[in-house]
């Protein structure tokens, strides 16, 4: 069989796109060496649609095929052996690829399901299904034919200059490659939703940057260190990226002692958003990202959200707004953020909680109670606490 283990790596929406595809192929391929950088001896090439990936026999292909599984615009992948396009030498390379099948999984019937990329190979792809099952079952005598439930069902795609057969397809992602859809500003903190959130986004192609408040010392460094370990897991995904992280302690006890205590929260999410606009000015991103969710708590109101977007000029993405929570925490749980998301650290929104917060707040009551505050004052201060943490995604 071949020297090196070759896999398909399908584009999934990547393959809709029209004019600008070679641009979306490049950008997956280039991802795709970007994260097997580790491994030498590795070539990913893209051809007719699909990308494919070889590498030697000696390196861990399972642990390959979990990393590009992890690509935006990554559809699915399949391990695949490879064949001169003759119908005597795919035969054999599929007996040999069926024997491996039996000793590995067990497999006792199969089915084959052929397809002729190249239009001018001589044999059709019926004619090829049939006469490739009929190889088979010569080669491997302990096998026989089910064509309605399978133990494996073999494919056959036959191109011009090589033909591929392979049987398993581990699902991707979907989505667009990273970086093809502009840079956005989280906000994270240490809850379920918006780590979701910024995964979602990225799914999408966006490249993020994260802003993180704390109230020290009223959250702890663990607290802190929380966040981190949850941008790191983000990482895996979206690559390298920045956070900042801000106290926002002076502007919550300004709050606390000026304002009404029921408008507290929808205050505080204001400021964040006031002061998250800034740092995505400054670091080039052109949306806001939040993991809020229609009527989740009292700031996430119909009339809470429109008083928290009044505030700021630039477009907030809210991807998790129509999910419903037991959805967004099956998410948490599939992308594997769910574990860290419930650790028990406190987290900034909760520090000054009101008893009774405001959930359909005005936003003339609102800007009144803002006016008792030096709001530029108070944001000028806290942005000097700015720290920026690098995240990398190894
Ligand atoms: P999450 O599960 O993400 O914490 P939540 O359900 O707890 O969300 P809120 O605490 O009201 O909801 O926060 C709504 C959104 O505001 C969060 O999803 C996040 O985008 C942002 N946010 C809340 N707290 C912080 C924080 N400490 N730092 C940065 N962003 C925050
Ligand atoms: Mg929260």
Not at 6 to 12: H, P
Not at 56 to 65: A, T
Not at 165 to 179: A, D, M, T, Y
Request: hydrophobic share 45%; proline share 4%.
């Amino acid at each position: 069989m071949n020297e090196r283990n070759t896999l398909i790596v399908r584009c999934g929406e990547v393959a809709l796109k029209g004019l600008n595809k070679p641009y979306f192929e490049k950008m997956l391929v280039d991802r795709i060496k970007k994260v097997l950088k580790e491994f030498e001896n590795v070539e990913v090439k893209r051809l007719e649609g699909l990308i494919f990936v070889r590498a030697d026999k000696s390196l861990d292909i399972d642990k390959i095929i979990g990393i590009i599984s992890k690509v935006f615009g990554v559809a699915s992948i399949s391990p695949a052996v490879e064949s001169e396009s003759d119908m005597d030498r795919i035969g054999e390379t599929a007996v040999a690829f069926m024997l491996e099948l039996i000793e590995r999984k067990g497999v006792k019937t199969f089915k084959v399901d052929a397809k002729r990329a190249d239009k001018n190979f001589p044999v059709k792809s019926p004619d090829i299904a049939r006469q490739i099952g009929a190889k088979v079952l010569i080669g491997c005598k302990v096998l026989s034919v089910d064509v309605h439930n399978p133990d494996a069902l073999l494919f056959v795609d036959v191109r011009k200059d090589k033909t591929y057969i392979f049987e398993q397809k581990v699902s991707g992602f979907g989505g667009l490659p990273l970086g093809t859809n502009g840079k956005g500003l989280v906000l994270l903190s240490g809850g379920i939703d918006s780590p979701v959130a910024a995964w979602m986004m990225a799914k999408r192609g966006m490249l993020i940057e994260a802003m993180h408040f704390h109230s020290y010392p009223y959250t702890s460094e663990r607290a802190q260190e929380k966040v981190a370990d949850l941008a790191k897991i983000i990482a895996g995904y979206t690559g390298n990226f920045r956070m900042h992280s801000i106290n926002l302690l002076p502007i919550q006890e300004a709050i606390v002692e000026h304002c009404p205590e029921e408008e507290t929260t929808i205050l505080v999410r204001r400021f964040m958003m006031r002061i998250a606009e800034k740092v995505a000015i400054e670091r080039n991103c052109m949306m806001l990202i939040t993991g809020e969710n229609l009527g989740q708590v009292a700031s996430q109101t119909a009339e809470a959200l429109v008083v928290t977007d009044a505030v700021v000029k630039m477009p907030v993405m809210r991807p998790l707004i129509a999910m419903d929570k037991v959805d967004i925490m099956d998410k948490a749980r599939e992308i594997g953020t769910f574990e860290t998301s419930i650790k028990p650290y406190e987290d900034c929104c909760t520090v000054f909680l009101p008893k009774h917060p405001a959930t359909k707040p005005r936003l003339e009551r609102i800007l009144d109670s803002e006016s008792k505050l030096d709001a530029e004052g108070l944001i000028e201060k806290v942005m000097l606490t700015k720290e920026v943490i690098n995240i990398y995604e190894k």
